[in-house]
T-cell receptor, first 112, second 114 residues
Framework: DTEVTQTPKHLVMGMTNKKSLKCEQH?????MYWYKQKAKKPPELMFV???????INESVPSRFSPECPNSSLLNLHLHALQPEDSALYLC???????????FGPGTRLTVL | AQSVTQLDSHVSVSEGTPVLLRCNYS??????LFWYVQHPNKGLQLLLK??????LVKGINGFEAEFKKSETSFHLTKPSAHMSDAAEYFC????????????FGTGTRLLVSP
């Protein structure tokens, strides 16, 4: 199994809602990433987890809360989002220093 | 800090003609460079990577890129475009801190006409 899966594919939420994005991989990778990609822009790194510990937080607002419950699973909890947070959220995984080869298809989030 | 500049926001080619997507990089040390492709409403796919081995790097789907230190360039080429190559292409440099902290260029949209 050489893929990263993300659910849901699409999500529409109001500014007062709480929702979660899920990412899963079964390749034994110990580093997992969240990227945010706004329309017609390149992806921007949000968070990196290594061995289930948060290693990099790119000054992301606290309304985004990542969680890595185990080595295969990465969540992104969303609360009190703003319309400008509407974007494609991409998850990725890698093994150590290898090139970041495995990206999920993304969750397209719309905040109303 | 590392950065990349993609010189063209859009490139249009005809099917069967060569493709050239240009990228210049800025790095204070020997960089790791990558090209990724993103088809509409899809995730990212790694096309190829340069990590200080051979300067001519071959990737998937017939793409290749040449690292030229004297020109600080890492242009992506393909001898013959296919309709399925139409996508967004990102040139990327890695700020390697033990993780692949990728810095993306602004992207080049490749359009392929019949």
């Amino acid at each position: 199994d050489t893929e990263v899966t993300q659910t849901p594919k699409h999500l529409v939420m109001g500014m007062t809602n709480k929702k979660s994005l899920k990412c899963e991989q079964h390749m034994g990778h110990r580093a997992m990433y969240w990227y945010k990609q706004k329309a017609k822009k390149p992806p921007e790194l949000m968070f990196v987890y290594s061995y289930e510990k948060l290693s990099i937080n790119e000054s992301v607002p606290s309304r985004f809360s990542p969680e890595c419950p185990n080595s295969s699973l990465l969540n992104l909890h969303l609360h009190a989002l703003q319309p400008e947070d509407s974007a494609l959220y991409l998850c990725a995984s890698s093994q150590g220093g290898e090139a970041l080869k495995y990206f999920g298809p993304g969750t397209r989030l719309t905040v109303l | 800090a590392q950065s990349v500049t993609q010189l063209d926001s859009h490139v249009s080619v005809s099917e069967g003609t060569p493709v050239l997507l240009r990228c210049n990089y800025s790095s204070s040390y020997s960089p790791s460079l990558f090209w990724y492709v993103q088809h509409p409403n899809k995730g990212l796919q790694l096309l190829l990577k340069y990590t200080s081995a051979a300067t001519l790097v071959k990737g998937i789907n017939g793409f290749e890129a040449e690292f030229k230190k004297s020109e600080t360039s890492f242009h992506l080429t393909k001898p013959s475009a296919h309709m399925s190559d139409a996508a967004e292409y990102f040139c990327v440099v890695s700020d390697y801190t033990g993780f692949q902290k990728l810095v993306f260029g602004t992207g080049t949209r490749l359009l392929v006409s019949p």
